[in-house]
């Protein structure tokens, strides 16, 4: 779905974002988004606590809040 603007918590979101998530420690940065075919949108990050970085992928409802 290439060309739509996701936003979260009413905020416009894209890569670069720092986000914080619920129920996962540390920060981690939006690299990519991704939608399905049933519409069903994926924030792939990568970070995490330090020293313990890694790539992993989130729905938008589990984002609380957006630091940059």
């Known amino acids: 779905m290439e060309g739509m603007e996701l936003k979260i918590k009413g905020k416009p979101v894209g890569p670069g974002a720092v ?3 619920k129920g ?3 920060l981690y940065t939006l690299k990519s988004v991704t939608w399905s075919k049933e519409g069903l949108v ?3 990050c ?3 606590p ?3 970085t890694c ?3 989130f729905r ?3 984002v609380k ?3 940059g």
Do not use: D, M, T, Y
């Open 19 to 21: 986000l914080s998530i």
């Open 24 to 26: 996962a420690r540390g």
């Open 42 to 44: 994926s924030l792939n």
């Open 46 to 48: 990568v970070g995490g």
């Open 50 to 52: 330090a020293g313990h």
């Open 55 to 57: 790539w992993r992928s």
């Open 60 to 62: 938008p409802e589990r």
């Open 65 to 67: 809040k957006i630091l």
